[in-house]
């Protein structure tokens, strides 16, 4: 659709004079009302307005593109207004905006508005096009300025899609993941999408979010690809990879380094994936961190399964104390009814109940899907009785591991083994050895082996944990604070957590405190200091940054990582030392913390609130300090 056949002569405005915004957006919505294709201004207006709330449209230079879509819009329309003098428009760049379009579409699947929208931004970035508009004379010039630079846009962009079919060397596929599937997934796989782009070629990237796999790869484009990403922390079905080029990386990887993975999956210097009856067999260790980073993401793999349960178990176990505490006064109790604290009253009770059962699953769970990343489905059954049995002795979160990478390792020895079995016997394997012979074997492992040992270890880090007081308390809050901001999702931060969730399972609340609050640090950090030192940011950096105040409010450290990727050397040791200053506030005030994850929404249950937004605040202002006097001017 052209530009032209949208506008009106009745619609265009060359000396428009408003005030105020909301002056300017009623005088060009009156400009629309006046080509006759709204049939309810007020129902338009709503929508214009509304469109207003959730980002200004002012995209800067001193351009504006309000825009709405409801059932009043008759067909497609456009308006356009030009304001001499300027009108403050709360642009992007704070620039007064001088050149306006309206854009009505009609509520259909067409999105018509979507393409005209995008179409005018490109042809009002050319200065040389917007200035000519702002100094029309007459609408019909105005028109004439209009569908001469739009016939020359679309002759561009015939000349660049043809340019393209040349240009575009292949096709690149990628998949993308992680633990918790929140941040990096969708970050690792916009980074991946904007590098394999301006290289030239075409991508599609498959995420497994919090929200399950979408954007699929199908079998014919796994045939026809020239080569494929894996980022991911977390297992992937590799299998239906055999015979391709496949790089192996992290997820960290996916977002810091695109550019790099993207030139060494496109030079082809990358090894062919085998995979034989679905044993999946890596050649290519060298990328992917060899066995370090394998044993790296099957502990993810356990954990991403295992949050759940954490945290939902958690915040509900944390409710029943919070219930309890708003029904009975806790000094007027005695020694017995204070241990059942979190019981005491019925919905106190049903609370607890609910989310111990959930939380008795983390171990199980844990154990399971380790045992899964490495020894495929068959270890599931086995990495769970191993964790149950963990979770019912004393081992407890060490013993968990241990029984998940062993189930694992029990499940790759029986294979092997059943390899040299008849094929009539063979075809047994999956549902009859492998679980009773692989149960058994990890039943007298932990009995006599791992309980005796890992028992022992985590009874004295229990009891180590819970004697700490005064400056060893606040020395380990610094530390684990510390640790949620070095690479804010990556390996040290993922240690803290599980750190943190394992001591909520043996009573420790304290240490999830200082965990959750040194993971909030950073994205406030960074949302403060776009705000205050402006000049040390970018444009780009500057429009994003206040939407760090939600990520670290929610506890997603992630929305600190483009920052921090931008410019590791000083924004990552600045928040470091932040999050440690709160972690250690936190522990020296002894909040407490009985909910694993929540962020904001679980402060009506830490123990000691009000030091801990204390903490939270003077943490968040040290980095943000940090930052403004670490980097340096952006030109």
């Known amino acids: 659709m052209r530009i032209i056949d949208l506008l009106d002569k009745r619609s265009i405005s060359l000396d428009a004079s408003p005030t105020s915004k909301s002056e300017a957006l009623d005088m060009i919505i009156d400009l629309m009302c006046a080509s006759g294709k709204i049939s309810d201004r007020e129902a338009y207006r709503a929508k214009v307005y509304a469109r207003e709330e959730e980002g200004s449209t002012g995209i800067g230079e001193g351009i504006a593109i309000p825009h709405g879509k409801c059932d009043a819009v008759k067909e497609p329309g456009l308006a356009a207004m030009v304001v001499k003098n300027g009108v403050d428009f709360d642009s992007l760049d704070g620039e007064p905006a001088e050149l306006f379009f309206l854009i009505a579409a009609p509520n259909t699947e067409d999105n018509v508005h979507l393409d005209v929208l995008s179409k005018l931004s490109r042809m009002l970035m050319d200065e040389d096009f917007s200035s000519a508009l702002k100094a029309a004379k007459s609408p019909d010039e105005f028109l004439s300025i209009i569908d001469k630079a739009d016939s020359e846009s679309a002759a561009d962009e015939e000349k660049t899609e043809s340019a393209d079919v040349v240009k575009t060397a292949g096709k690149i596929l990628a998949v993308t993941g992680c633990p918790t599937g929140i941040a990096h997934t969708y970050m690792a796989a916009e980074a991946l999408e904007k590098a394999a782009v301006a290289a030239g070629y075409s991508i599609k990237v498959e995420t497994r979010g919090s929200g399950g796999t979408k954007n699929l790869l199908t079998d014919e484009e796994i045939a026809e690809c020239d080569g494929i990403i894996v980022a991911s922390d977390t297992q992937v079905p590799m299998e239906r990879f055999d015979g391709k080029k496949v790089l192996v990386t992290q997820v960290s990887d996916g977002i810091s380094k695109a550019d790099k993975l993207i030139e060494e999956i496109t030079k082809g210097d990358v090894a062919i994936y085998e995979a034989a009856n679905r044993d999946e067999k ?40 919070l219930i309890d505490g708003l029904s009975v006064d806790i000094n007027t109790l005695d020694e017995a009814a204070r241990s059942a604290f979190g019981t005491i009253t019925p919905a106190a009770a049903l609370f607890k109940n609910i989310g111990n059962t959930a939380f008795g699953l983390m171990l199980p769970v844990l154990a399971g899907f380790i045992g899964m990343a490495i020894g495929d489905r ?63 074997i990890i039943g007298l492992a932990m009995n006599f082996v791992v309980e005796p040992i890992m028992g022992g270890i985590n009874t004295a880090l229990n009891n180590g944990l819970a004697s700490m007081a005064g400056a060893s308390k606040v020395l380990l809050g610094l530390v684990l604070g510390g640790m949620m901001a070095i690479d804010m999702g990556g390996p040290f931060n993922k240690a803290a957590y599980v750190f943190g969730t394992a001591a909520i399972a043996a009573g420790n609340y304290d240490i999830m405190a200082a965990v959750m609050i040194g993971g909030m640090t950073p994205p406030i950090a960074i949302a403060i200091a776009t705000m205050i030192f402006k000049n040390k940011f970018t444009k780009e950096e500057r429009e994003s940054g206040p939407t760090n105040f939600i990520m670290g409010l929610a506890f997603i450290t992630e929305g600190a990582i483009p920052f921090a990727a931008a410019d590791p050397a000083r924004v990552i040791p600045a928040c470091m030392i932040g999050s440690a200053a709160a972690g250690a506030i936190s522990a020296g005030f002894g909040c407490t913390l009985m909910a694993p994850h929540g962020g904001i929404f679980v402060f009506p249950v830490v123990g000691n609130a009000l030091m801990y937004v204390v903490a939270l605040a003077a943490g968040s202002i040290i980095s943000a300090l940090l930052l403004g006097v670490l980097k340096k001017k952006v030109a």
């Open 282 to 321: 890596e050649d290519n260790k060298a990328k992917s961190g060899g066995m370090g980073h394998k044993i790296y993401t099957a502990l993810m793999n356990g954990v991403s399964h295992m949050l759940p349960f954490v945290v939902g178990g958690g915040i509900l176990i944390a409710i029943a104390f």
């Open 378 to 440: 068959p270890a599931l059954a086995v990495g769970f009785v191993g964790g149950m049995l963990a979770a019912g002795g004393t081992s407890g979160f060490l013993g968990a591991l241990v029984a998940g990478f062993l189930s694992g390792g029990i499940i790759l020895v029986l294979r092997k083994m059943c390899e040299k079995l008849p094929d009539a016997i063979e075809k047994l394997a999956p549902v009859l050895i492998y679980p009773v012979i692989g149960i058994l």
